[in-house]
T-cell receptor
């Protein structure tokens, strides 16, 4: 079945350093979503990417969708302690069933 | 305020004692779903519902039941809980009417411990 692999599982950075998490799908995706879960909280939607090669920015966060629509990345520039949490990607396969497959998540720790 | 409400937030029970986790949404969403979150495994779908009286198995349905008698409610039932069902559970809903996948709105989670 469809799988979405996300790496790394954990990342510790010093405040001010950059951070990137990567998602790779075993199948072509019709779209991909990113969520953030703060410690003790629930996943909260960040963004959705639909087009091949799409790049979207939210302040210090940059989201990319690969040309082949099988991979995606989230890059945070100059991390802050407020960036702490677990970041999930979730892809919908190209059959457009509406089913989202979540990656395993990347947990980011930021040292002040 | 638009929200998904889950109860209880924390639940400790013993093996075999039936329990229900409630989920309610006030956004008139057709689609509702249950996930469990375990370390290193991300969010795995248990069951989902596309509309009233329509439910389908997700990736890990064994040991769980659901029902969708009303649009706003989607309870998760564990008829005979076992320790391997100890986990963090999330209910979620989304609007299914757009051309692309809509964002999921998650409840605050239920941390279940089965001893």
């Amino acid at each position: 079945g469809q799988q979405v692999m996300q790496i790394p599982q954990y990342q510790h950075v010093q405040e001010g350093e950059d951070f990137t998490t990567y998602c790779n799908s075993s199948t072509t995706l019709s779209n991909i979503q990113w969520y953030k879960q703060r410690p003790g909280g629930h996943p909260v939607f960040l963004i959705q990417l639909v087009k091949s090669g799409e790049v979207k920015k939210q302040k210090r966060l940059t989201f990319q969708f690969g040309e082949a629509k099988k991979n995606s990345s989230l890059h945070i520039t100059a991390t802050q302690t407020t960036d702490v949490g677990t970041y999930f990607c979730a892809g919908e396969d190209s059959s457009n069933t509406g089913k989202l497959i979540f990656g395993q998540g990347t947990t980011l720790q930021v040292k002040p | 305020e638009a929200q998904v409400t889950q109860n209880p937030r924390y639940l400790i029970t013993v093996t075999g004692k039936k329990l229900t986790v409630t989920c309610s949404q006030n956004m008139n969403h057709e689609y509702m779903s249950w996930y469990r979150q375990d370390p290193g495994l991300g969010l795995r779908q248990i069951y989902y519902s596309m509309n009233v009286e329509v439910t389908d198995k997700g990736d890990v349905p064994e040991g769980y039941k659901v029902s969708r008698k009303e649009k706003r409610n989607f309870p998760l039932i564990l008829e005979s809980p076992s320790p391997n069902q100890t986990s963090l559970y999330f209910c979620a809903s989304k609007d299914d009417r757009g051309p692309y996948n809509s964002p999921l709105h998650f409840g605050n989670g239920t941390r279940l411990t089965v001893t």
